[in-house]
């Protein structure tokens, strides 16, 4: 039987030291003692703001497997490996990370198999005071991504998938029981076979109030049309870059989606983008648009830029800040995880 992770990540293995503590895959936040959340801290935000249960992340947890080389080689060709670093990983966890670092701490929703690297999860889980209330051991094996990393930040991902995007019906109930103010998805978590209930759950929460906000991922011309279709229209504000929206495009267009009311936030990386939005008008609704700067930063690792990028996003979305400030903020974040290496990392508002 599943079962869902109390605050404490009741593994015994996390608690028991099994396994590489998370301090030492990320080398950061290091010297805090394991068993250190508190119970206040499931899904809580700052309380002056919104309250418990504030915001959700739909994606997977997993482990980034990190490999600095000298250059991608051609096919069939050698290459060398200069480093390698292990981290948690996976585009939902790098959301909940910048909503942390801005303050709100956000509940991630994946599935854990039984091994090792569900222990590291949990035990990173534990050291960064995250919470763990949405991670559920399905059994079987986690899955992890070969990252292999340029020297000018450009990174190609090789997955192995995992328990991660498995949604049993005892996680799909838990989460319409608690349905929060907003809610983060990405694409990724829409190609597995539970991507249905998936859509389901989405759209019921959706349907008593919750924002969401969809990152459609690379991959999301893989994802089941009919699926795609009805996560767009579950959506409130969506973020492709450029090649993303061709694909958004063959089921609205930017006048469609942004004519009732919803925002679309177009990237196109270290040139910044465009948002799209509608303005009310007496009898209508005006499409406008402006373009947005990409912040200045030393680019060290490109990964997790775009999580950041929506995490903050969903950030002011929770606060209500208005889309023009939004895209600065959001920029800033992604500029941040930009500037170090892996795909995220901890630093706090004032930054």
């Known amino acids: 039987m599943e079962k869902l992770y ?17 301090s030492d895959i990320n080398g950061i936040r290091r010297g805090k003692k394991s068993g250190g959340l508190k119970k206040s801290g499931i899904c809580r935000i700052m309380p002056e703001k919104l309250g418990d249960g504030s915001c959700y992340i739909f994606g997977g947890m997993i482990v980034d497997y990190y490999y600095k080389i000298t250059e991608w080689p051609h096919r069939g060709q050698d290459g060398f490996i200069t480093g390698e670093n292990e981290i948690v990983g996976g585009c939902a966890v790098n959301m909940a990370v910048t909503l942390k670092n801005l303050g709100v701490d956000a ?21 960064n005071e995250m919470s763990a209330e949405f991670l ?9 991504c070969l990252v292999f990393l340029e020297p000018d930040g450009e990174r190609t991902f090789l997955t192995e998938k995992g ?6 019906e005892e996680l799909d109930r838990k989460i319409r029981a608690k ?3 907003a809610a983060g998805v990405t694409g990724y978590y829409l190609l597995d076979n539970d991507a249905e209930r998936i859509m389901d759950c989405i759209e019921y929460i959706h349907g008593k109030g919750t924002m969401i906000l969809f990152d459609p991922s690379p991959l999301v011309d893989s994802i089941d049309k009919k699926l795609l279709a009805r996560m767009i229209a579950a959506s409130d504000i969506i973020t492709p870059n450029k090649s993303e929206l061709e694909i958004i495009q063959r089921f609205t267009t930017i006048e469609e989606y942004c004519g009732s009311g919803r925002t679309a936030v177009v990237k196109s990386g270290g040139d910044g983008g465009t948002v799209y939005f509608g303005r009310k008008q007496e009898e209508s609704v005006q499409i406008e648009n402006f373009v947005y700067k990409a912040a200045e930063c030393n ?22 800040i208005p889309i023009t400030e939004s895209v600065k903020l959001a920029s800033r974040c992604a500029a941040k995880t930009v500037e170090i290496e892996g795909p995220h990392g901890f630093w706090s508002l004032e930054d």
Do not use: H, Q, W
Not at 136 to 144: D, L, M, Q, R, V
Not at 163 to 168: D, I, N, Q, R, T
Not at 299 to 320: E, I
């Open 179 to 181: 349905a929060p103010a």
């Open 136 to 144: 559920i051991s399905i059994g079987g094996n986690t899955g992890k």
């Open 6 to 22: 109390d605050i404490e990540g009741s593994r015994e293995a996390v608690n028991s030291g099994s396994g590489m503590c998370a």
């Open 163 to 168: 328990a991660e995007g498995v949604f049993p």
């Open 107 to 127: 509940c991630v929703i994946s599935g854990l198999g039984n091994d090792n690297t569900a222990d590291r999860i949990l035990e990173y889980m534990n050291i």
């Open 299 to 320: 680019v060290v690792d490109t990964t997790g830029a775009g999580d950041s990028f929506a995490g903050a996003l969903l950030y002011a979305m929770l606060n209500k």
